[in-house]
Antibody
Framework: QVQLVQSGPEVRKSGASVKVSCKASGYTFSTYYIHWVRQAPGQRLEWMGI????????KYAQKFQGRVTMTRDTSTSTVYMELSSLRSEDTAVYYC????????????????????WGQGTMVTVSS | EIVLTQSPGTLSLSPGKRATLSCRAS???????LAWYQQKRGQAPRLLIY???SRATGIPGRFSGSGSGTDFTLTISRLEPEDFAVYYCQQYGTSPGSFGQGTKVEIK
């Protein structure tokens, strides 16, 4: 079945970096964008950015520009999200999610509805 | 950034009743790119509705979405026990997109 499987929970100190993986299966990896969304305790869900698994298009939400890097490995159908200069406010569950619209239909690269979600990765930042 | 405000914050209803959830945007949602999600404790959100009124794959017919511009509604025609959860709206017509604060549907 179509699924996204994420890496396990992480604990980091303030100022460190974390890299979360998201492995896709059950569909053609290159045909849908992958997004990253986070959910901090007591906060709204927050879109972080988008990556085209077939290469080329990457867009980050302005809030995370300079701190987030999204990459992909087509040989393993895996995308990665690395967040640097961590602070306590980055403590959250991080989700990868597949965009609902096939990438070929996306005229503008940006947020989408998310039809498949990973199980989430808890990242805890301690001072 | 477009701010989405959901109401009510909590909806207390009995199984079999009709639930009506509201999502209001601070400005018009482009192309009615408005989605609804259901989230249960400890789980990822689940897409219910996209494009304001299109049901996602596998979603039961008791879930329906309506609205346009700045006012949107999610209706659950008859609540089943598994429908008690938190519901979020999301607009994805204007980057960076945004989510509402959620409506909790609880058993009365």
């Amino acid at each position: 079945q179509v699924q996204l499987v994420q890496s396990g929970p992480e604990v980091r100190k303030s100022g460190a970096s974390v890299k979360v993986s998201c492995k896709a299966s059950g569909y053609t990896f290159s045909t849908y964008y992958i997004h990253w969304v986070r959910q901090a305790p007591g906060q709204r869900l927050e879109w972080m950015g988008i990556i085209n698994p077939s290469g080329g298009s990457i867009k980050y939400a302005q809030k995370f520009q300079g701190r987030v890097t999204m990459t992909r490995d087509t040989s393993t159908s895996t995308v990665y999200m690395e967040l640097s200069s961590l602070r306590s406010e980055d403590t959250a569950v991080y989700y990868c999610a597949r965009g609902e619209r096939p990438s070929i239909t996306m005229i503008v690269v940006g947020p989408d509805a998310f039809d498949i979600w990973g199980q989430g990765t808890m990242v805890t930042v301690s001072s | 950034e477009i701010v989405l405000t959901q109401s009510p914050g909590t909806l207390s209803l009995s199984p079999g009743k009709r639930a009506t959830l509201s999502c209001r945007a601070s400005q018009s949602v482009s192309s009615n790119y408005l989605a609804w999600y259901q989230q249960k404790r400890g789980q990822a959100p689940r897409l219910l509705i996209y494009g304001a009124s299109s049901r996602a794959t596998g979603i039961p017919g008791r879930f329906s979405g309506s609205g346009s511009g700045t006012d949107f509604t999610l209706t659950i025609s008859r609540l089943e026990p598994e429908d008690f959860a938190v519901y979020y709206c999301q607009q994805y017509g204007t980057s960076p997109g945004s989510f509402g604060q959620g409506t909790k549907v609880e058993i009365k």
